[in-house]
């Protein structure tokens, strides 16, 4: 999907109806989790703790969030991610940790994003923790389209709020056609402002040594990989729920 392609679809999504949708699949206190879930981390206070940056995104805090999502990725062993914003968003779909107590997963997830972010910018920042449980493999797919085209939103709102003086915030089309008109192009942006930067594992081939047969090896290990390329991120994620059709 070209870039332009992916902002028609963001454009035409129906972001009320899957605010609330997702909003009643929060998990409360004290539910039992199980995969397929999100864990999605919110920056507390972001705009205030974090002047002198660039808006509506700086790369140096983006970088650090990326690299505090790897980190808990890495941690609960999660399927892939997307940071976007000032949000990590974690896709749990096999491993479940701390054998899906709520409170340990909130409290541990929303520690390591905020002390790695902290770390990187020289800041204290936090991050706030939610839980969101999936249906459905077509869940997974809406939800992560759901994020980019918030995250776009806010994108567009904060340059256009840097822009013209208007109180109030009209239809994200409008705020679009008003930015050209002072000849900035939304969709000349780079694609990690507007759509965000992904994590997925990824397979490789390692050179190794057995020393009872004191033979070279080759062995296959994974790592993760970043993306900042929207349609090879969504590609990747249908690849990953097609694999997982048990749900």
């Known amino acids: 999907m070209s870039t332009m392609g992916l902002l028609r679809s963001i454009l035409e999504l129906d972001v009320a109806r899957y605010e609330e949708y997702f909003r009643e699949l929060e998990v409360r206190y004290g539910e039992p989790v199980k995969p397929p879930f999100i864990i999605r981390l919110d920056g507390v206070g972001f705009g205030r703790r974090l002047s002198g940056f660039k808006v509506p995104r700086d790369l140096k805090v983006h970088k650090a969030l990326v690299k505090a999502a790897k980190e808990l990725i890495k941690y609960f062993n999660a399927d892939y991610g997307l940071v976007i914003s000032d949000e990590v968003n974690i896709l749990v779909m096999n491993t479940v940790p701390y054998g899906g107590r709520y409170e340990k997963i909130i409290s541990i997830s929303s520690g390591i994003v905020s002390t790695y972010t902290s770390l990187s910018l020289k800041k204290n920042l936090y991050f706030d923790s939610r839980i969101i449980r999936l249906r459905n493999i077509n869940d997974i797919l809406t939800y992560f389209t759901y994020r980019i085209r918030v ?87 249908i690849k990953l729920c097609s694999s997982n059709q048990g749900y």
Do not use: A, Q
Request: glycine letters at 6%.
């Open 151 to 237: 995250g776009f939103n806010n994108y567009v709102s904060s340059l256009y709020h840097k822009v013209f003086t208007d109180k109030e915030t009209p239809h994200l089309k409008v705020m679009i056609d008003k930015l050209r008109s002072k000849g900035i192009d939304v969709g000349k942006v780079s694609e990690w402002e507007l759509y965000g930067t992904c994590i997925l594992w990824e397979t490789y081939m390692k050179k190794g040594y057995n020393p009872i047969t004191h033979e070279e090896v080759m062995t296959v290990r994974r790592r993760l990989k970043t993306l900042r390329k929207s349609s090879k991120c969504l590609k990747h994620l």
